[in-house]
C-alpha cells in the first residue's frame, strides 16, 4: 500500500510541478519502504531515468527538445553521473543521506522563490541571439558535470538545476528547458544506474525490481494525471507548498543521519588509526550496512 501511496505522490509532483518530485523517491524506498540507502539510490535511479524518459518521448515528438543542448549539457552530465557512481562506493550511506538532505533544503529554496523567468507559465522565445545562444552553451557544459556527479552519488534527477540553466544560461524557452532536461535526466539517469550495478555488487545487495516496476507504472500514470490537474491549479501556490514539503523532509533526513555521521567522524578521529586500518576501513565501506528497515518507520507496504 504504501508503496503505491509513494508512487502517486511521486508521479503527481512531477506532472503538475514539471521537476522535483523525483527527490522523493530515495526517501519513500529508504524510510518508508526500509531498503538500504545505496539500493535505494540504485532504484530511484532507474525509476527516475524511466518516468524522465517517458516524459521525454512526449516532448520530443512535439519539437521541445533542443539536442544541441542535450549534446553539450548531457554528455558532461553522463560522464558526471558516472563519477559520482564510482565515488558512492567509497562513501557510507549516511554520509549520500546527508548530502542528499542538503540538496533538498536547497531544492525547496529554489521552488519557494525561483531565479527571474523561471516563474509562471513562460512560453516565451528566447530573446537572445542565435549567436549569443552557440556562446553561452558553453557555459552549460561544466553545470552539466556538476548536476550529474550530483544524481550518481545521491539518485536525484537535478531537473530543479537543470531547467534554470538552460534557460538563464542557454537562453531556451521553459517549455523547450523542460523537455530538454527529461532527456538530460533520463542520460544521466541510466548511466548511473548502470555504474551502481557494480556498486551493489561490493555491496551484496540486489534490486529490488518488483518495487521499481510500480513506482515506474504508477509514477509514469500519475506524472500524466497531474499534468492535467497542474493546468487548473495556480502553478505559485503548488511550488510554495511543494518547498514547504521539501523543506519539512530534508530537515528530517538531516536529523536522522547528521547524528550517524557525526559518530563516525568522531570514532575515525578519536581512534588514530594507521595506513593499514584506513584500508581496512575502505573495505568496511564496500560492506552491507547494518538494514535501514530497523531504522525506517515500520512501515512495509506491499
Known amino acids: 500500500m504504501y508503496t503505491i501511496v509513494g508512487a502517486s505522490l511521486i508521479g503527481l509532483s512531477l506532472g503538475l510541478l514539471g521537476a522535483g518530485g523525483s527527490i522523493l523517491t ?21 525509476i ?30 553522463m560522464a558526471g553521473t558516472y563519477l559520482g557512481a564510482w565515488c558512492a562506493k567509497y562513501v557510507s550511506g549516511g554520509v549520500q543521506l546527508s548530502l542528499f538532505a542538503v540538496v533538498m533544503l536547497a531544492a525547496a529554496w ?4 525561483p531565479p527571474s523567468g523561471l516563474s509562471g507559465d513562460d ?20 553545470q552539466g558535470l556538476a548536476v550529474g556527479v550530483l544524481t550518481g552519488l545521491v539518485g ?27 532527456v538530460v535526466i533520463a542520460l544521466n539517469a541510466g548511466t548511473g544506474f548502470i555504474k551502481y550495478f557494480d556498486v551493489l555488487q561490493h555491496t551484496g545487495q540486489a534490486i529490488d525490481w518488483r ?12 506524472s500524466v494525471v497531474g499534468k492535467r490537474i497542474g493546468t487548473r491549479v495556480d ?19 538531516l536529523s536522522r543521519e547528521a ?19 584506513w584500508g581496512e576501513e575502505a573495505a568496511m565501506v564496500l560492506r552491507p550496512p547494518v538494514s535501514r528497515g530497523a531504522r525506517a518507520f515500520n512501515f512495509q507496504g506491499e
Not at 157 to 169: E, M, R, T, Y
Not at 259 to 277: D, I, N, R, Y
Open 48 to 77: 527516475v531515468g524511466g518516468i524522465a524518459a517517458s516524459g521525454a518521448m512526449l516532448y520530443a515528438k512535439s519539437g521541445l527538445v533542443d539536442w544541441r543542448s542535450v549534446l553539450f549539457f548531457g554528455l558532461p552530465g
Open 259 to 277: 547524528p550517524v555521521v557525526w559518530h563516525e567522524w568522531q570514532a575515525t578521529k578519536s581512534s588514530g588509526w594507521t595506513s593499514q586500518e
Open 156 to 182: 536525484v534527477g537535478g531537473g530543479f538545476l537543470i531547467v534554470p540553466a538552460l534557460v538563464l544560461l542557454a537562453g531556451l524557452s521553459m517549455r523547450v528547458a523542460v523537455g530538454t532536461s527529461l
Open 26 to 46: 530515495v526517501p519513500v524506498l529508504t524510510y518508508v519502504l526500509g531498503h538500504d540507502s545505496k539500493a535505494a539510490i540504485a532504484e530511484s535511479l532507474a
Open 123 to 142: 512560453e516565451h522565445v528566447d530573446s537572445q541571439s542565435p549567436s549569443d545562444g552557440r556562446k553561452s552553451i558553453w557555459t552549460v557544459a561544466p
Open 110 to 113: 529554489m521552488m519557494a522563490s
Open 235 to 253: 502553478q505559485q501556490t503548488l511550488r510554495k507548498a511543494f518547498a514547504g514539503f521539501l523543506l519539512a523532509m530534508g530537515v528530517f533526513v
Open 211 to 222: 518495487a521499481v516496476g510500480i513506482f515506474l507504472a504508477i509514477g509514469i500514470a500519475g
